[in-house]
């Protein structure tokens, strides 16, 4: 079991420019999240899946949008980036979003600079 | 406005003694609690959960305490040990209304464990 799984690992950007970046799960989990995590801030929710099907909007969702292809896989698009989406980006996943359930499992993450 | 609180940014102690990272909350709707460690490079891994309806959980070497009247949880690690330097995140989720099913995370704090 591989886990969570993120592509790329590292990406340089221009302002301007567009991006996707790839999540992949194989625990067979309901729900998956974009974070991101920018120095003293902890972790911020972008954009989150209850369920396959479902997306919405977490605490930072400005100038992202996201797709949930399949139960395994949900991305983060960056349609026109700027130099404040500078951060590292991690994708989430559990079984459920309450509780017990709503334990996280997280991918290595992808280092995003925006110049 | 930071519902979850790390006030300490960094905590350095010296192996086998008793490493205590604290977390204040302020949402009182919170009804579940996670710690999380980070390595540098990696994402963030599950530590240890507890539930509102309890006041301790132990795994190990690992304790986490809840005071509901305080809004206080504390993540005691006995004894410390080098491979526990990383940054650890407390979180909590079950904030009610739009916050059903989200984590939110602290600041942070960076443990330093000294041989």
């Known amino acids: 079991n591989a886990g969570v799984t993120q592509t790329p690992k590292f990406q340089v950007l221009k302002t301007g420019q567009s991006m996707t970046l790839q999540c992949a799960q194989d625990?067979?989990?309901?729900?998956m999240y974009w974070y991101r995590q920018d120095p003293g801030m902890g972790l911020r929710l972008i954009y989150y899946?209850?369920?396959?099907?479902?997306?919405d909007k977490g605490e930072v969702p400005n100038g992202y949008n996201v797709s949930r292809l399949n139960k395994r896989e949900f991305s983060l698009r960056l349609e026109s980036a700027a130099p404040s989406q500078t951060s590292v980006y991690f994708c989430a996943s559990s079984v459920g979003l309450a509780g017990g359930w709503g334990e996280q499992f997280f991918g290595p993450g992808t280092r995003l600079t925006v110049l | 406005d930071q519902q979850v609180k790390q006030n300490s940014p960094s905590l350095s102690v010296q192996e086998g003694r008793i490493s205590i990272l604290n977390c204040d909350y302020t949402?009182?709707?919170?009804?579940?609690f996670l710690w999380y460690k980070k390595y540098p490079a990696e994402g963030p891994t599950f530590l240890i959960s507890i539930s509102s309806i309890k006041d301790k959980n132990e795994d190990g070497r690992f304790t986490v305490f809840l005071n509901k009247s305080a809004k206080h949880l504390s993540l005691h690690i006995v004894p410390s040990q080098p491979g526990d330097s990383a940054v650890y995140f407390c979180?909590?989720?079950?904030?009610?209304?739009?916050?059903?099913?989200?984590?939110?995370f602290g600041q942070g704090t960076i443990l330093t464990v000294h041989p």
């Open positions: 949402n009182s709707m919170f009804d579940y």
């Open positions: 979180a909590a989720s079950g904030g009610g209304g739009t916050s059903y099913g989200k984590l939110t």
């Open positions: 625990m067979n989990h309901n729900s």
């Open positions: 899946s209850a369920s396959e099907g479902t997306t």
